[in-house]
């Protein structure tokens, strides 16, 4: 039996794993960690979520490790993230991450954990967006040289970090497939710049907006035609229910430093 414990497990991404959890065989939640001193202490997760188990309360996340769990999920934010990854690698226990907007020094971290647990990181969890990032090499490399390219992303009005951990998943698979230094081609603002782009780099457009979940597009395009890859999420189950099934493969792996690449057999 896997034995999911989710961080974060109150706001959007926590309930909708907690959903995820309940639809997948074989699979158990031993704990729905909240912040020290939340007010959802001790209540009910069905209260937030009316598929959650009955019994099943929130719990503290310093607790979390002591409730059975055997694989963790963190889709907190970065500094609660950081925090969790510390209880995980004291613990030896594997983790799923999908937390966006890290940093570099964030990234060091991670792959130093890496050394010590076996861990899932993804910008995104959805097998689409997954099979996407193959795709946008494929055309990367497969048009013709003098290509503009650009990509486009539109979350709901509540998303802190952008571009999104995705649109720069997409650029950065791009600029591997260019054999280009992704930091060098990006454009995130192009307010002063008085010239006409060049083909050797690839703009960034953001949309904060509503309640959208997730939309993605890539766009490649020359004179006379253009070619667009676009991934469009509907519900956050999509990705949840990605990152559980990360959660069941990654049990028994060794320590290392994986993504929905490996979890789906792509590499």
């Known amino acids: 039996m896997d034995k999911i414990g989710i961080f974060g497990a109150n706001g959007r991404m926590g309930l909708a794993l907690v959903e995820a959890c309940t639809q997948a065989s074989n699979t158990d939640i031993a704990a729905a960690a909240v912040r020290s001193g939340s007010e959802l202490l001790g209540t009910l997760v069905s209260s937030k979520q009316p ?13 979390l490790v002591q409730t059975g769990a055997n694989v963790l999920i963190d889709f907190t934010l970065p500094e609660g993230m950081k925090r969790h990854l510390q209880l995980a690698v004291s613990n030896k226990l594997p983790m799923v991450i999908g937390t966006t907007g890290l940093t570099a020094e964030d990234m060091a971290l991670l792959k130093d954990a890496a050394q010590h647990i076996p861990i899932v990181f993804a910008r995104n969890f959805s097998v689409g967006v997954t099979l996407l990032l193959d795709l946008v090499k494929t055309a990367a490399t497969k048009l013709a040289d003098e290509l503009d390219i650009e990509i486009f992303e539109a979350h709901h009005r509540n998303k802190i970090d952008a571009p999104s951990g995705t649109a720069l998943a997409i650029g950065e698979a791009i600029a591997e497939a260019k054999g280009w230094d992704h930091e060098q081609v990006a454009r995130y603002d192009r307010t002063a710049v008085e010239q006409a782009k060049s083909q ?4 960034y457009s953001v949309l904060r907006a509503g309640d959208i979940v997730g939309e993605h597009t890539a766009y490649f395009a ?3 035609e253009r070619l667009e890859l676009t991934h469009k999420a509907t519900s956050r189950l999509t990705f949840a229910s990605g990152a559980v099934r990360a959660a069941k493969w ?13 979890v789906l057999g792509l590499k």
């Open 250 to 262: 990654l049990r028994n792996k060794p320590n290392g430093l994986y993504d929905m690449q490996d």
């Open 200 to 203: 050797n780099e690839i703009g």
């Open 51 to 63: 598929c959650a188990p009955e019994t099943l309360v929130f719990t503290d996340e310093e607790l």
């Open 222 to 224: 020359t004179m006379g």
